[in-house]
């Protein structure tokens, strides 16, 4: 299982960025997926997340700027994110709830992407 987010960068507070997160997983075996965050000295924590019937789910401090979405046929999830601050300055992670076929379901991690916004 691999999976590859990109999209982060330096963007000036206000703007926005796209996170995308590729992945080589079968969409029978997902149960969901998440956007996460950790900021420096910060614990990692969750951003916004989505199952695999398309339930959305977001932190306060996204809710109304960001937005998840997934294209199955492409296998991408997105993070759009609007109207940034620099509190959202982080480095962002892709995460993918598997159903392992066995009656149990894990998370596999991608590697980060670092959003940095300036003032």
């Known amino acids: 299982v691999q999976l590859q987010a990109s999209g982060g960068g330096l963007v000036q507070a206000g703007g926005s960025l796209r996170l995308s997160c590729a992945h080589s997983i079968s969409p029978l075996t997902i149960n969901g997926w998440g956007w996460y965050r950790q900021a420096p000295g910060k614990q990692r924590e969750m951003v916004a997340t989505?199952?695999?019937?398309?339930?959305?789910k977001y932190a306060d401090s996204a809710n109304g700027r960001f937005t998840i979405s997934r294209v199955n046929a492409i296998n991408t999830v997105y993070l759009q994110m609007n109207s940034l601050k620099p509190e959202d300055t982080a480095v962002y992670y892709c995460?993918?709830?598997?159903?392992?076929?066995?009656?149990?379901?894990?998370?596999?991690w991608g590697l980060g992407t670092q959003v940095t916004v300036s003032a």
């Open positions: 995460n993918v709830d598997l159903n392992s076929g066995l009656g149990y379901s894990y998370d596999v």
């Open positions: 989505i199952t695999s019937g398309g339930a959305t």
